[in-house]
């Protein structure tokens, strides 16, 4: 799909380049610890906690993807007026991000708990509020983005359905006229008519569009474009790799992942790496292959990870 030397002719660009995102942030809370007994209370593991961390997590991490390819990068979105918020905003900033973040009185920043034991996932715990945001929270936000707007090559939205992704804001995103890379949630299918791409998952795209698990992904894939009026799409597949639709055809791409510890963030790293590559002079076809190299390395890797422009370029072969 792509050979080494022309993956080095695009990832050398990322530098050069200034991305927007725009999404539901997410902090992402880690519990690593040991199971040797199983409680006497109930029939379930006891975790002795060894340690804590934290990440961004759900659009925030898409920002930490695109900073740790070395590029500027904005994220706008929104948090509560909370210890996670300002914990939250405190990582953008030693990840390298520039936080244009509204907060929110009424809801809480938005928490995943995950708790790690035996290099596996055991549990998760949510803490949210996915109500829509109200029209003067959508006014402020949008009032953030104009202020940096201009000097964007593209925009990325990262919809995690907790209610940052109203009308509203996509209306004003599409005047923009900047390519507009989306990570979709089925619950606001229609918001992303005449976006650039959409990169869902294959259940996503199932959802988009109501059809069942019999449906062909050809067919799947001709109807999200259809109805959406866009030229482009990619649908990751797992363990099956990818699937790119590029006007007229579909192109398959395989697995590059040697080893499935941990799937966290690998649909965040995806469009990071597809919407990079494709500003800085890839083809459709060339961006997707890239993105697929790095979703290989990070599903490989236990919680959220990233990947930056050496290690992407040394997994080319």
């Known amino acids: ?44 593991p006891v975790v002795e906690v060894k340690k804590e961390t934290v990440n961004p997590g759900g659009a925030s991490n898409v920002a930490w993807n695109i900073s740790s390819l070395g590029s500027k990068v904005y994220m706008a979105g929104v948090i509560g007026e909370d210890q996670n918020g300002k914990i939250l905003e405190k990582l953008l900033v030693e990840k390298g991000i520039i936080p244009l973040n509204i907060k929110d009185k009424n809801r809480p920043t938005t928490e995943k708990t995950r708790i790690i034991a035996v290099s596996q996932q055991l549990l998760r715990i949510d803490r949210e509020n ?14 953030q983005l104009e202020k940096v707007i201009d000097e964007v090559d593209c925009i990325i939205i ?33 918001l992303y008519k005449n976006v650039t791409t959409m990169t869902p998952n294959r259940k996503e795209a199932y959802e988009c569009v109501k059809a069942d698990r019999d449906t062909p992904l050809e067919e799947v894939g001709k109807r999200i474009m259809e ?20 006007k007229n055809k579909v192109i398959k791409i395989p697995a590059k992942a040697k080893k499935v510890f941990d799937v966290t963030g690998a649909g965040d790293t995806v469009i990071s790496v597809l919407a990079l590559s494709k500003i800085s002079g890839a083809s459709w076809e060339e961006s997707a292959s890239l993105a697929n190299y790095a979703a290989g390395y990070v599903v490989g890797e236990i919680g959220t990870a990233t990947v930056d422009r050496k290690k992407l370029l040394e997994l080319i072969p």
């Open 158 to 190: 990262s919809d995690y359905g907790k209610g940052v992704i109203t009308e509203d804001l996509m209306d004003y995103l599409k005047k923009t006229e900047k390519p507009l890379f989306v990570d979709p949630k089925p619950s606001n299918f229609f």
């Open 1 to 44: 799909m792509i050979d080494k030397k022309r993956a080095e002719q695009i990832i050398q660009k990322f530098e050069e380049k200034t991305v927007l995102v725009v999404g539901d942030l997410i902090l992402d809370r880690y519990l690593w610890g040991d199971v040797e007994r199983i409680s006497p209370e109930a029939p379930v």
């Open 130 to 143: 996915k109500q829509k945001i109200n029209s003067d929270l959508s006014d402020r936000l949008i009032k």
């Open 227 to 246: 109805e959406l009026e866009i030229e482009n799409l990619l649908i990751t597949l797992g363990p099956e790799g990818m699937a790119l639709f590029d």
